[in-house]
């Protein structure tokens, strides 16, 4: 199994470091953290999506202008999935499933780029999305990223325990171990995706946390900014909250082999890329 570490969005909102905690100009760096898993039987796996080509090229049509403005999102199609599993040197084909830690915009745009590929996600995100009403949710969820999509696999938050936390095995036919671990708060069926790795468990917090303080340290470190916008999107602030201190108690035992990041700090994603 080898696994790509893929930028498939990049959000530079006003605020510099207030945001992000390093830049030193007005605007912050933001990414979308997504996987590329090249699994030994099952083809390849992608962990969210980022924005989509079609993102790019009809935001208007696809994206909240809130959103749009607030996050001052760059929308390149070097940035999205397509691009890049095609710059790797497979085709859009080639990706056979795609497991989501959750269906907001800037996780799920690339959804239709890759039409084969079977879709995985808690059914209790999908009801959500579905069910999405009032100003916030209604930019959040944007049924134009995903109402073509064909195949989708659902799971109820139930099944084997993983480091304290409940887990879902995916189906994916690959003795490679990949788990929905449900993270809910940010949105009802948010879920960190935990994937079993030579050097020990590897998992994507999704925006179960966004800033790489957050976790790493016995108590919580975060910028001015990314503590506002996490609290502007909590679904479950309460439920968010005790998962984020979960993890962070995961993330400083010394028994455990847990590597984690989650889906905006581009300076977690530069750890595993450079």
């Keep these: 199994m080898r696994i790509h570490h893929l930028n498939c969005g990049c959000m530079c909102p006003l605020g510099g470091a207030l945001f992000d905690g390093f830049s030193r100009g007005l605007t912050a760096r933001l990414v979308c953290h997504c996987l590329l898993i090249e699994t030994d039987n099952d083809g390849l796996v992608l962990v969210d999506t980022g924005f989509g080509s079609q993102d790019v090229n009809v935001p208007s049509q696809r994206l909240s202008g809130f959103f749009r403005y607030f996050n001052n999102i760059r929308l390149e199609h070097r940035y999205t999935a397509l691009e890049q599993v095609r710059q790797l040197g497979f085709s859009p084909t080639d990706v056979r499933h795609i497991v989501l830690t959750h269906l907001d915009f800037d ?7 890759f039409p084969q590929a079977t879709v995985h996600v ?4 999908m009801d959500a999305a579905r069910q999405a009403s009032g100003w916030r949710d209604s930019r959040r969820f944007r049924r134009q ?20 936390f409940s887990s879902v095995r995916t189906p994916l036919g690959t003795r490679d171990d990949i788990l929905l671990i449900p993270l809910p708060g940010h949105t009802s069926g948010h879920a960190g995706i935990a ?8 998992l994507h917090a999704g925006d179960a946390y966004f800033y790489r303080g957050e976790v790493g340290n016995p108590e919580r470190l975060c910028t001015p900014g990314l503590r506002f916008y996490q609290r502007m999107m909590d679904f479950d602030h309460a439920q968010r909250v005790d998962n984020q201190n979960r993890l962070r108690a995961l993330s400083v035992a010394t028994d455990q082999h ?3 990041f989650c889906s905006h700090d581009a300076m977690e994603l530069e750890r595993y890329t450079s």
């Design 107 to 113: 996780h799920a745009g690339g959804l239709e780029d």
């Design 122 to 125: 808690l059914q209790a995100e």
């Design 145 to 164: 990223q995903w109402d073509r999509v064909g195949n989708w696999a659902f799971y109820q938050p139930e099944g084997e325990r993983w480091n304290g």
């Design 195 to 202: 994937v079993r790795t030579a050097e020990g468990w590897l």
């Design 258 to 260: 847990v590597r984690m």
